[in-house]
């Protein structure tokens, strides 16, 4: 059993992931707190400098935060652009930096992008766009990270969960369930790869 962090457990992606994480100990965090065990917000330094000093050592970091706007490239603002880097792209990368001083020896972090960066749809430039970088970042950083540290990030298509939010906008999208990206989030956390963009599509 290794103690796992996950960030974003209350969303649609952070049930996924912990559909397939039951086996280890949970630790969880959001921006709320609401149905969360600390705190945190991913866009702020400090604030995960203070979830990491809080929880002190642990084996695996599990990442579902990634706020997108949505709007046509000719509509989206500088402020909306940043808002979706500052979360999706630095706000991961940033998880990565700060918090390998307290995954143990060969422990791994899992971040999220999705199924957007190789399947563009209108609206969706800066989901896409800070989905690909973070792969990018994960493929490359995974030869930097000390200590057997892995990287590792999950792509999955829009989960049947959120259909009901994402569907009108995804003509021709079949949606995966929760449980089927659940195990891709355990393959990371269990398993010994490292700088793959682990693919979940129908
Ligand atoms: N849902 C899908 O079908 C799907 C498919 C592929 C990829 N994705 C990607 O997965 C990511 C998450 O999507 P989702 O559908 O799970 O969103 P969601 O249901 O809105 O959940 C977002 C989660 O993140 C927390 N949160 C929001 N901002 C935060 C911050 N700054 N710091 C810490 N926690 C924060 C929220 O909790 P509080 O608001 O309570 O703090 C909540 O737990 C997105 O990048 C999305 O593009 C989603």
């Not at 400090?46 to 579902?64: C, Y």
């Not at 989206?76 to 918090?99: E, F, P």
Request: proline share 3%; net charge negative.
């Amino acid at each position: 059993m290794k103690t796992v962090l996950v960030i974003g457990s209350t969303g649609s992606m952070g049930k996924a992931a912990l559909s397939g994480l039951s086996h280890h100990k949970i630790i969880t965090a959001n921006r709320s707190g609401n149905g969360a065990d600390h705190t945190v917000d991913i866009t702020s330094e400090a604030s995960l400098r203070k979830l990491f000093d809080t929880i002190g050592n642990i084996d695996a970091v599990v990442n579902t935060v990634g706020y997108c706007e949505y709007a046509t490239f000719l509509e989206m603002t500088d402020q909306q652009w940043r808002t979706t880097i500052d979360s999706k792209l630095i706000g991961q990368m940033n998880i990565v930096r700060i918090g390998s001083d307290y995954v143990t020896e060969g422990g791994s972090f899992t971040l999220i992008s999705g199924i957007l960066s190789v399947k563009p749809i209108p609206f969706a430039i800066a989901d896409a766009t800070t989905s690909g970088a973070i792969e990018t970042f994960a493929k490359c950083v995974a030869f930097e990270m000390p200590r057997g540290l892995r990287v590792n990030v999950i792509n999955p298509t829009v989960l049947e969960e959120s259909w009901d939010v994402y569907g009108e906008m995804m003509p021709g999208f079949q949606p995966v369930p929760a449980t089927l990206v659940g195990k891709a989030f355990q393959r990371s956390v269990d398993g010994f790869i490292s700088g793959q963009v682990l693919t979940v599509d129908a």
